[in-house]
């Protein structure tokens, strides 16, 4: 069965600090993932996606996250966060050859000046 | 153009009303999608179609009814809801199913059932 576990509900960082938002996955295929952003009251906007030809994947907004398979992880990284990445952030697994996605519970990034 | 636009952006009801949400998309997207989602949740997926053609309907009381008129376009025709139908109802589109077709996401329709 395929599930997706955002392992924190809520992540303080101050400004300029690295961010780490993860993300673990179940799946008894070669998933496909992605990571979206939402702000308050917005839709959702994808950040990144692993499409596994790199298991390193580089997004928007200085986002990148490493697909590992071994740890069967997808964690969600930037170096220095800013005030505007405060917003929630859901992990994404998508079932090869349908079209249900699974969506993490969604972490909650908090900025502090 | 990577834009899925809906209206209206926000939606105050009556539960006798009938009142209808669209979504719009012109990157020749075949697979629509509609969410709901409740404060503090994930989207919930509520139905899909693929090819102007219902794919997935999961378990969804008739008083949400989407349509399909076209590739581009996509429905949600509401009647009869309830207080607790309130919520931030998304849609998607994506190229189709599989691996890597990410779906891009309207703002959403913020619903109020009063």
């Keep these: 069965a395929q599930s997706v576990t955002q392992l924190d509900s809520h992540v303080s960082v101050s400004e300029g600090t690295p961010v780490l938002l993860r993300c673990n996955y179940s799946s008894s295929y070669s998933p496909s993932l992605f990571w979206y952003v939402q702000h308050p009251n917005k839709g959702l906007q994808l950040l990144l996606k692993y499409t596994s030809a790199a298991t390193l994947v580089k997004g928007i907004n200085g986002f990148e996250a490493e697909f590992k398979k071994s740890e069967t992880s997808f964690h969600l990284t930037k170096p220095s966060a800013h005030m505007s990445d405060a917003a929630e952030y859901f992990c994404v697994v998508r079932y090869t050859g349908g079209f249900k996605t699974i969506f993490g519970a969604g972490t909650r990034l908090f900025v502090k000046a | ?114």
């Design chain 2, 1 to 114: 153009d990577t834009e899925v636009t809906q209206t209206p952006k926000h939606l105050v009801m009556g539960m006798t009303n009938k009142k209808s949400l669209k979504c719009e998309q012109h990157m020749g997207h075949r697979a629509m999608y509609w969410y709901k989602q409740k404060a503090k949740k994930p989207p919930e997926l509520m139905f899909v179609y693929s090819y102007e053609k219902l794919s997935i309907n999961e378990s969804v009381p008739s008083r949400f009814s989407p349509e399909c008129p076209n590739s581009s376009l996509l429905n949600l025709h509401l009647h009869a809801l309830q207080p607790e139908d309130s919520a931030l109802y998304l849609c998607a589109s994506s190229q189709g199913r599989g691996e890597n077709t990410e779906a891009f996401f309207g703002q959403g329709t913020r619903l109020t059932v009063v």
